[in-house]
C-alpha cells in the first residue's frame, strides 16, 4: 500500500488483493484494487490543485453546480409532478455550500437557463438562493424531451466557471423522444470529462437504459424515484454528496510490462461501471482510466492481465496501478498513490488454485448486475424460461455475497422456491415501478463481508 499526504489535502491510499500464485502455464491475474480518500470532503479538504490552507468558513468554494429540470409537458401528469421536482430543486439550492457557482436549466425540446440567466452562474448565498427558488416557481410544463440539449446548456455554464469540481444533477419524466438516440450519444462524448452528473428518472415513463447510460457516461448515479414525493430527500442527498467532492479528474494509471495484455479495468464497488473502453493513453504501456471526482469514500476496482508463460519459481511485476491527478497549467501530473499486481509461478497446487475472497466476491457482484439485465431483457421479450434461468441465478448470487438489497428487489419480480439453489418463479403481475427499480440498481454491489 502506497500513500499521498499533505497537511490538509486529501490523502489517497491504494491496497491491492490478489492471489499472485499461478499454476505452470498459468496466465490471468486478477487483482482488487481498494482506493480510499480521506481527510477530504465533509471534513473540510481542500482541492490537491488548490490552496493547501484549510477553507474558512463562508469561503468561496471550488465548485460549480447546475440542475437541469425535466419541463417537459408530461411533468403536468398529474400536477403534483411539477409542484414535487419544483420543490426538490429548492431544496438542493438550499443545500448549496454558500460560494458554490450554481445555475438551474429548464429541460424541454430546448434547454433555458432560468436562473440566473443569460449564460451566467450564480454564487450560491442567502440572496441569490432566495432569488432562485423565486425563479422557480415560475417554472411550468409545456413541450418534448431533448436531453442532449440539456446536457450541452450545462457543459457551456460550468466549463465557464473557473473551479475544479464541475458537477449536474438531471431530473427527467420522460423517454428522450425528440432527438435522435445518436444526438444524446454525440451530446454524452462532448461532456465526459468535463463534468460529472447524476441522473434521476422520477415515475415510471422513462427509459431506464437511457438514465443510466447518462450516468455511466459522465461518472454519476442513477436511480429511480418511482413517488414524485421522494424528490426532495433524494435531491437533497444528491447535492450533500456533491458537495462533499474536494479532487476533480483523478485517473487510475494501468502500466504494464511489455508482453502482458490487460483484458479488463472495472469498478465493482459501490457500483458495477466498466472502464476497459474509456482508456487513454498515458506513455510507453501505460493508459489513463477515468475515475470522476472524489469526497471522504472509498471505491473498489478489479483489474485483470494476461500475462506471458513463464515456469516454476520465476515471478514478475504484471502491473503498477497508479492514481494520477493532472496539473491544470499543463505541466507533470501528480502520482497520488501506487499499488502493485504481482505475478509468481507456483507448483504447489493449493497455492496456485485458491482464489483470493475479494476477487471472488467482485466477480459475483459483476456477475450478478449481468444477469439481472439478462433476465430482465428476456421477460420483456416474451422468453420466460430465459428470465427464469438468469434471474434465479441472480437470486443465488445475491444470497451467497449478502447483497440484502438487491435480493428484496429481485423478491418482487420473482418467487423465491430456494434461494441457496436459485430455484425461482417468474411473478405472474410485476409492478412497472419494481422492475425499473430493479433494472435501475442492478448494478449496486456490497463490499466482502469482513
Given at each position: 500500500?502506497?500513500?499521498?499526504?499533505?497537511?490538509?489535502?486529501?490523502?489517497?491510499?491504494?491496497?491491492?488483493y490478489?492471489?499472485?500464485?499461478?499454476p505452470?502455464?498459468?496466465?490471468?491475474?486478477?487483482?482488487?484494487?481498494?482506493v480510499?480518500?480521506?481527510?477530504g470532503?465533509?471534513?473540510?479538504?481542500?482541492?490537491?490543485?488548490?490552496s493547501?490552507?484549510?477553507?474558512?468558513?463562508?469561503?468561496?468554494?471550488?465548485?460549480?453546480?447546475?440542475?437541469?429540470?425535466?419541463c417537459?409537458?408530461?411533468?403536468?401528469?398529474?400536477?403534483?409532478?411539477?409542484r414535487?421536482?419544483r420543490?426538490?430543486?429548492?431544496?438542493?439550492?438550499?443545500?448549496?455550500?454558500?460560494?458554490?457557482?450554481?445555475?438551474?436549466?429548464?429541460?424541454?425540446h430546448?434547454a433555458?437557463?432560468?436562473?440566473?440567466?443569460?449564460?451566467?452562474l450564480?454564487?450560491?448565498?442567502?440572496?441569490?438562493?432566495?432569488?432562485?427558488k423565486?425563479?422557480?416557481?415560475r417554472?411550468?410544463?409545456?413541450?418534448?424531451?431533448?436531453?442532449?440539449?440539456?446536457?450541452?446548456?450545462?457543459?457551456?455554464?460550468l466549463?465557464?466557471?473557473?473551479?475544479?469540481i464541475?458537477?449536474?444533477?438531471?431530473?427527467?419524466?420522460?423517454?428522450?423522444?425528440?432527438?435522435a438516440?445518436?444526438?444524446?450519444?454525440?451530446?454524452?462524448?462532448?461532456?465526459?470529462?468535463?463534468f460529472?452528473?447524476?441522473?434521476?428518472?422520477?415515475?415510471?415513463?422513462?427509459?431506464?437504459?437511457?438514465?443510466?447510460?447518462?450516468?455511466?457516461?459522465?461518472?454519476g448515479?442513477?436511480?429511480?424515484?418511482?413517488?414524485?414525493?421522494?424528490?426532495?430527500?433524494?435531491?437533497?442527498?444528491?447535492?450533500?454528496?456533491?458537495?462533499?467532492?474536494?479532487?476533480?479528474?483523478?485517473?487510475?494509471?494501468?502500466?504494464?510490462?511489455?508482453g502482458?495484455?490487460?483484458k479488463?479495468?472495472?469498478?465493482?464497488?459501490?457500483?458495477?461501471?466498466?472502464?476497459?473502453?474509456?482508456?487513454?493513453?498515458?506513455?510507453?504501456?501505460?493508459?489513463?482510466?477515468?475515475?470522476?471526482?472524489?469526497?471522504d469514500?472509498s471505491?473498489?476496482?478489479?483489474?485483470?492481465?494476461q500475462?506471458?508463460?513463464?515456469?516454476?519459481?520465476?515471478?514478475m511485476?504484471?502491473?503498477?496501478?497508479?492514481?494520477?491527478?493532472?496539473?491544470?497549467?499543463?505541466?507533470?501530473?501528480?502520482?497520488?498513490?501506487?499499488?502493485?499486481?504481482?505475478?509468481?509461478?507456483?507448483?504447489?497446487?493449493?497455492?496456485?488454485?485458491?482464489?483470493?475472497?475479494?476477487?471472488?466476491?467482485?466477480?459475483?457482484?459483476?456477475?450478478?448486475?449481468?444477469v439481472?439485465?439478462?433476465?430482465?431483457?428476456?421477460?420483456?421479450?416474451?422468453?420466460?424460461?430465459?428470465?427464469?434461468a438468469?434471474?434465479?441465478?441472480?437470486?443465488?448470487?445475491?444470497?451467497?455475497?449478502?447483497?440484502?438489497?438487491?435480493?428484496?428487489?429481485?423478491?418482487?419480480?420473482?418467487?423465491?422456491?430456494?434461494?441457496?439453489?436459485?430455484t425461482?418463479?417468474?411473478?405472474?403481475?410485476?409492478?412497472?415501478?419494481?422492475?425499473?427499480?430493479?433494472?435501475?440498481?442492478?448494478?449496486?454491489?456490497?463490499?466482502v463481508?469482513?
Amino acid at each position: 500500500m502506497a500513500n499521498f499526504s499533505k497537511s490538509n489535502v486529501p490523502q489517497f491510499s491504494v491496497e491491492v488483493y490478489q492471489n499472485e500464485f499461478l499454476p505452470e502455464g498459468g496466465r490471468e491475474v486478477n487483482g482488487i484494487i481498494t482506493v480510499t480518500s480521506t481527510g477530504g470532503g465533509t471534513t473540510g479538504g481542500v482541492p490537491l490543485t488548490g490552496s493547501t490552507s484549510p477553507r474558512r468558513p463562508g469561503a468561496a468554494t471550488h465548485a460549480a453546480v447546475v440542475i437541469m429540470v425535466d419541463c417537459s409537458g408530461s411533468m403536468d401528469y398529474p400536477p403534483t409532478k411539477m409542484r414535487n421536482a419544483r420543490d426538490a430543486t429548492a431544496a438542493a439550492v438550499d443545500t448549496l455550500r454558500d460560494g458554490t457557482s450554481f445555475a438551474v436549466v429548464a429541460g424541454t425540446h430546448v434547454a433555458k437557463d432560468v436562473y440566473p440567466g443569460n449564460g451566467r452562474l450564480a454564487v450560491a448565498d442567502a440572496q441569490t438562493k432566495a432569488q432562485a427558488k423565486e425563479a422557480l416557481r415560475r417554472l411550468s410544463a409545456g413541450g418534448g424531451t431533448a436531453i442532449g440539449t440539456w446536457l450541452r446548456l450545462a457543459d457551456r455554464l460550468l466549463g465557464a466557471a473557473d473551479v475544479e469540481i464541475r458537477h449536474g444533477i438531471l431530473l427527467t419524466d420522460g423517454r428522450n423522444e425528440h432527438e435522435a438516440p445518436e444526438d444524446l450519444r454525440a451530446a454524452l462524448d462532448a461532456c465526459a470529462g468535463r463534468f460529472t452528473c447524476d441522473a434521476r428518472g422520477v415515475g415510471t415513463d422513462w427509459e431506464v437504459k437511457e438514465v443510466t447510460a447518462i450516468a455511466s457516461a459522465l461518472l454519476g448515479t442513477a436511480d429511480i424515484v418511482a413517488d414524485p414525493a421522494g424528490l426532495a430527500a433524494d435531491f437533497t442527498q444528491m447535492m450533500e454528496n456533491a458537495m462533499g467532492k474536494e479532487v476533480a479528474d483523478v485517473a487510475l494509471r494501468l502500466w504494464t510490462p511489455v508482453g502482458v495484455q490487460i483484458k479488463y479495468v472495472k469498478q465493482v464497488a459501490p457500483t458495477v461501471a466498466e472502464l476497459t473502453d474509456r482508456r487513454t493513453e498515458a506513455g510507453p504501456r501505460a493508459g489513463d482510466y477515468p475515475t470522476g471526482s472524489w469526497g471522504d469514500e472509498s471505491r473498489d476496482y478489479h483489474v485483470c492481465v494476461q500475462v506471458p508463460e513463464a515456469g516454476i519459481g520465476q515471478e514478475m511485476l504484471a502491473a503498477r496501478v497508479s492514481l494520477i491527478l493532472p496539473d491544470p497549467a499543463g505541466g507533470a501530473p501528480r502520482t497520488l498513490s501506487q499499488g502493485l499486481v504481482r505475478a509468481v509461478w507456483t507448483d504447489d497446487m493449493v497455492a496456485s488454485t485458491s482464489i483470493n475472497p475479494q476477487v471472488a466476491h467482485y466477480t459475483g457482484q459483476a456477475e450478478l448486475a449481468q444477469v439481472i439485465q439478462q433476465g430482465l431483457d428476456a421477460r420483456k421479450s416474451g422468453d420466460f424460461d430465459g428470465a427464469t434461468a438468469k434471474l434465479g441465478r441472480a437470486v443465488q448470487l445475491a444470497s451467497a455475497s449478502g447483497n440484502e438489497d438487491t435480493a428484496k428487489l429481485l423478491s418482487k419480480v420473482v418467487d423465491v422456491v430456494d434461494a441457496a439453489t436459485g430455484t425461482v418463479r417468474l411473478k405472474a403481475k410485476v409492478a412497472e415501478a419494481d422492475e425499473m427499480t430493479l433494472e435501475t440498481r442492478s448494478t449496486k454491489t456490497v463490499r466482502v463481508k469482513k
